[in-house]
């Protein structure tokens, strides 16, 4: 019997990508929030010194888990990214709302909300209709077109 390999989409290898980013950015940033700890540790912000980097590196940890889980195709990590695009999305608007008193931020919250509502929206839309795909076999088949081909 001949071994089917089912090739991944374009959109969700994509999607899977823009994940992995996501998670080094977030690793990134708490990086560098700890190599500025000291300088940040007297600053009067508005949150402790800790709270960047370990929010940094929580976000980071989650995404890199969850995009290596959708990279190796694992359901549970679809789930999960559906549970967590919500949370973060949450967790970045009380940020915003509890800490950011500066104009810039004022200024750009439009936009930044704009771009954040967008990337979720397609990080949901392939997650969904990827789970769609997985789940239904005639949209699994060869070409997508819904017919079968057997082996």
Not at 72 to 77: C, N
Not at 141 to 150: K, M, S, V
């Amino acid at each position: 019997m001949e071994k089917r390999h089912h090739r991944r989409p374009l959109a969700v290898t994509l999607t899977i990508y823009g994940v992995l980013l996501l998670g080094g950015g977030y690793l990134l940033q708490a990086g560098q929030a700890l190599s500025r700890y000291a300088l940040h540790n007297n600053l009067p912000l508005s949150v402790p010194a800790w709270y960047i980097p370990l929010t940094g590196a929580f976000w980071g940890v989650v995404w890199l888990i969850l995009g290596a889980g959708l990279w190796m195709g694992r359901e549970w990590a679809r789930r999960a990214a559906l549970v967590v695009l919500p949370l973060q999305l949450g967790a970045w608007l009380a940020d915003w709302v509890l800490f950011s008193r500066s104009e810039i931020a004022i200024q750009s919250f439009g936009f930044d909300l704009a771009v954040r509502l967008l990337a979720a929206g397609w990080l949901a839309a392939v997650l969904l209709l990827s789970g769609r795909r997985n789940r239904n076999p005639e949209i699994r088949a060869e070409g997508g077109t819904g017919e079968h081909t057997t082996s």
